[in-house]
Nanobody, 127 residues
Framework: QVHVVESGGGLVQAGGSLRLSCATS????????MGWFRQAPGKEREFVATIRWDPQSTYYGDSVKGRFTISGDSTKNTAYLQMNNLKPEDSAKYYC????????????????????WGQGRQVTVSP
C-alpha cells in the first residue's frame, strides 16, 4: 500500500505565494512521475502540473503556466508545487498524484494516468 500525503497551502491574499509538499510512505516503490490536480466546489477536477523523472520533464496547465513551478526528488518520491502570484480563482483543494508505472503518452494530464493520490490540501486566495 502506498500512502500519499500533502502538506502546506492555506490562506493567502491575491498576489501572494504558497508552497505545497507531497510525500509518500508505505511499501517501497519507484515513482515514474508525480503531479498535482485541483478541484473547486461545483467545478470539475483540473490538471495543474506534472513532473516526470526520466527523462526529466515538466508540464503545466494553461491556467497556471508561468506562475506555478513543480519540482521534486525521485529518490524520495516527493514533489513540491511552488505557487506564485496567486489569484482568487486558484482557490481549490489540491491533490498530489503519483504514477508508479513507466510508459504511457507524456504529458500525463488526466487523473487515470496516476495510480495513487492523497486526500487533498486546501488553498484559499482572498481578493
Amino acid at each position: 500500500q502506498v500512502h500519499v500525503v500533502e502538506s502546506g497551502g492555506g490562506l493567502v491574499q491575491a498576489g501572494g505565494s504558497l508552497r505545497l509538499s507531497c510525500a509518500t510512505s508505505g511499501r517501497t516503490f519507484s515513482s515514474h512521475a508525480m503531479g498535482w490536480f485541483r478541484q473547486a466546489p461545483g467545478k470539475e477536477r483540473e490538471f495543474v502540473a506534472t513532473i516526470r523523472w526520466d527523462p526529466q520533464s515538466t508540464y503545466y496547465g494553461d491556467s497556471v503556466k508561468g506562475r506555478f513551478t513543480i519540482s521534486g526528488d525521485s529518490t524520495k518520491n516527493t514533489a513540491y508545487l511552488q505557487m506564485n502570484n496567486l489569484k482568487p480563482e486558484d482557490s481549490a483543494k489540491y491533490y498530489c498524484v503519483v504514477d508508479g508505472r513507466p510508459g504511457g503518452d507524456w504529458p500525463y494530464t488526466v487523473w487515470v494516468d496516476y495510480d495513487y493520490w492523497g486526500q487533498g490540501r486546501q488553498v484559499t486566495v482572498s481578493p
